[in-house]
């Protein structure tokens, strides 16, 4: 009699246990849908609630330029998704530095960052042709290859494994060749020259004979100044200004043959992306488009009289490559990729998208654009003389 007492008594037990442990469960899925800290794990999140997302980047926090794109992003996001998607943007150094924005994305330590893909070219040499590489395409012939041409569904499949999902995130334009202390009248005066220039132009810049250093935005200052490097490139006279680079260094040099039309990023954690609503999925796609397009605009809009503070205010002294130089850094350039494709077959087969899209636009760009840049300043005259 006694033992089937003792039973029902032990199966009760497991049973308030057993409810016990769904209702504990239970109250810890809530809790952890309703206080997101960590990156989603694909958890579908109902509609009204409020996502807290964390963007890194490799910019010093409100950067002029590139340091606002981001914020011109997250400000896109919250109002289109009327406050469901909140994005808090946070400097180079704020979470971790700039150099580790792509691992703490695919990490999770953060769910988005915003950054330039040849920073990464030492774990993914093929990222270089998601920024810049040298003599190659414009601003408007990166966005034409990215999201018309091929090169979107390329950069996907590179940061794939990475479980990263890539997005357009903002072009400066044709950037400046960069700051001297002396003036590059042929290669000889480009030998033994420190200079911080990243991706694959650096390696360019050290095969012409200088020696190419990779150095976050925020320290290029006190690097330029303490004379740990003698020259520097950063963007272009807004952002340059913004940098305070004219109150170090005298020469300011163009074209900017080594970063055409540098194509900033934002880096999405994949797991995250898929873990949203659909409608908040879209929205971060059409907003870092947007965002993409506005970082274009601003520095259109806004190099030109940066430039000219930096000649008439603070006495800049701007001056063109020699074609001589041109023309070498050109051969080191061709020299610099036909190594990178050898070594790296993703790299030789997003060389050879990238390079049939600039062959084509090239043909195209040659008879519109500048041949109309070309009959302006023919029938208005020159502003600016090499
Ligand atoms: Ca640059």
Redesign the pocket.
Known sequence: MNAPTRNNREALAVLILAALLVLVLALWTLDRVRDRDTVATGTAVSTGEVIHWKLVTTWPKNLPGLGHTPEVFADMVRELSAGRLDIRVYGAGEIVPAFEVFDAVSSGVAEMGHGASYYWKGKIPSAVFFTAVPFGMTAQEMNGWLHYGGGMELWEEVYAPSGIVPLAGGS?GV?MAGWFNREINSLEDVRGLRMRI?GLAGEVFSGAGGEAVRIPGGEIYTALQTGVIDAV???GPYNDLALGLHEIAEYYYYPGW??PG?MLEFTVNQKALASLPEDLQAIVRHASRAANQDMLDEFTARNNRALREMIEVHGVKLRRLPDEVLEALYAGSQQAMAKLVADDPVAAKVQQSFAAFLRDVRAYHEISEQGYINARRQVMGELISP
């Open positions: 400066t950037q990243p490139e950063w963007v080594h970063e540098a």
